[in-house]
């Protein structure tokens, strides 16, 4: 097979999910779970919609996703008393613990992935560059920059 840089970018793709996967099973999360709690996290309370947006997914998986979070009681949710129709979902007590737990696997990871390059923190910052250039030229945003935000 020749070498590219899709084939290695997906094949990366697929061993960081299953890394994130074993590392998130002793908690009973998988990775979507894991990376949705953490963006909740991250701001405190969200709407649903909102949240869609941060994450680039539609607000249909986004409400398939917080169900088992729900039933967990990692998240609580309760419509918007401004509105009185958007959905707020914030993170429980439990949510808060978990998101501890999962930012700490999460390191572990990257230091996984880190830690055989001879020179970190300047080839570190050379990888970030190329992958956010890459991702943009997917059409892909960083948070900050997406709608609404």
Not at 34 to 49: F, V
Not at 73 to 90: C, G, S
Not at 132 to 147: F, V, Y
């Amino acid at each position: 097979m020749k070498k590219s840089l899709l084939h290695i970018l997906m094949h990366n793709g697929r061993l960081l999910q299953r890394a994130v996967e074993e590392e998130l099973a002793p908690l009973g999360l998988h990775h979507g779970q894991g990376r949705i709690l953490l963006a909740i996290a991250s701001c405190d309370a969200i709407t649903q919609a909102d949240l869609a947006r941060l994450m680039d997914i539609k607000p249909a998986t986004v409400t398939n996703m917080l169900k088992p979070l729900e039933e967990k009681k990692l998240i609580h949710r309760e419509t918007d008393p401004k509105t009185n129709r958007a959905v707020v979902v914030a993170l429980t007590p439990a949510g808060k613990r978990a998101c501890t737990e999962i930012q700490t696997a999460w390191d572990r990871i990257e230091k996984r992935m880190t830690e055989k390059l001879p020179d970190i923190e300047t080839q570190k910052i050379d990888l970030f560059q190329a992958l956010e250039t890459i991702r943009d030229s997917l059409g892909g945003q960083p948070p900050e920059n997406r709608k609404g935000f």
